[in-house]
């Protein structure tokens, strides 16, 4: 195993969606590990990069003025060749060619699964940043880029209002969270909408059925409603589909917000959420930790084992249902 002694050069890369924040992490990462010391090595493009060496030196200059700014500048993409053997093996080769003694990955599940993959095949520490808008990683509190997704959520869904109330309709609003429903449910509470229809309890009942015999919109003339974007729910086409051919009554109306939820700049919760998670990345690894994605618990740093993060499933908090239902009235 490698010890920290052994480290001289860091990599960093970020892979799959992106999210705000991500560039405060990556500030953090470079401007962290010179301060200790520490050559960078900027990986574009995530794991496709890696395979395809498309690495740089970072210095200080390379993330001056990014802190503000979406997405990521180091960019992000597929890579199928990543998931093979000979994938893998040439990325390591790539890693050993630029001198990169260590990794720090900035990701989702699919980014964390990868190095969990890669580490396990090669002798080198990676320590992951949970950035996803998702916030559906176990062992973190907040994932970098869900505050920033849910401020825009909040505004997009406070515009649609203003046009439900003035046509007397029900809007269905979709938001990402393919098996999570956390945007969904906080977007909902936060918005003041009549219901958060999400894969966790789409699986256990109709919840559309539920909020229709429940008699919703009896007290009001219009209702909103934040779906998200799984299969498991249906979806908010899906949902308006059964709307029209069940409870005809209801004029009924679909947005579906899309990657409108991915952009703009952070908040100031992402960047110093980002910024605490790319300072204590090289901490770990100054303390000889390695195949750890660093979290946060009750605004505690944690490192959470890539097998933990990954394969567990991080549970809603099912008293916000309950509030929900309760302030719908």
């Known amino acids: 195993m490698a010890t920290t002694k052994a480290i001289k050069t860091i990599g960093v890369l970020t892979s799959g969606g992106d999210a705000p924040g991500m560039n405060a992490a990556i500030r953090a990462v470079t401007r962290s590990a010179i301060f200790n010391g520490f050559k960078v090595k900027g990986i574009y493009r995530g794991y496709k990069g890696l395979v395809n060496n498309e690495i740089v030196d970072f210095k200080t ?28 093996q040439q990325a390591y080769k790539n890693l050993k060619k630029n ?8 990701g989702g599940d699919g980014t964390l699964s990868g190095a969990k993959q890669f580490a396990s095949e090669y ?50 609003i979709e938001v990402m969270g393919r098996e999570a429903g956390f945007l969904a449910l906080n977007g909902a509470l936060a918005c003041g909408a009549e219901a958060a229809i999400i894969p966790e309890i789409s699986i256990e009942q109709d919840q559309l059925a539920e909020l229709i015999q429940n008699g919703f919109r009896e007290s009001k003339g219009s ?3 934040l779906v998200a974007e799984s299969p498991v729910t249906g979806g908010a086409m899906g949902l308006a589909e059964r ?54 618990d009750d605004e505690r740093i944690v490192y959470v084992p890539f097998s933990k993060a990954i394969r567990q499933n991080k549970p809603i908090d099912r008293d916000l249902l309950e509030t929900l239902k309760r302030l719908s009235l």
């Not at 001198?99 to 900035?106: F, P």
């Not at 980002?274 to 390695?290: N, V």
């Open 223 to 225: 209702a909103i409603v």
């Open 99 to 106: 001198g990169i003694d260590a990794l720090v990955v900035i």
């Open 123 to 172: 002798d080198i520490p990676i320590v992951g940043l949970p950035g996803t808008i998702d916030n559906d990683l176990y062992g973190t509190d907040h994932t970098i880029g869900y505050d920033t997704a849910l401020n825009t959520i909040m505004w997009c869904v406070d515009r649609i209002r203003d046009t439900a109330a003035s046509h007397e309709r029900l809007f269905f």
């Open 61 to 88: 200059y390379h993330v001056s003025n990014i802190i503000h700014h979406g997405g990521t500048i180091l960019k992000t993409a597929r890579c199928s060749e990543f998931k093979t053997a000979e994938g893998r």
């Open 243 to 296: 709307v029209r051919k069940e409870y005809p009554q209801y004029d009924v109306r679909v947005t579906i917000l899309g990657h409108l939820q991915r952009g703009g700049s952070p908040t100031a919760m992402d960047r110093i959420l980002a910024s605490r998670m790319g300072a204590a990345a090289i901490d770990a690894l100054l303390e000889g930790q390695r195949n750890i994605m660093i979290g946060d």
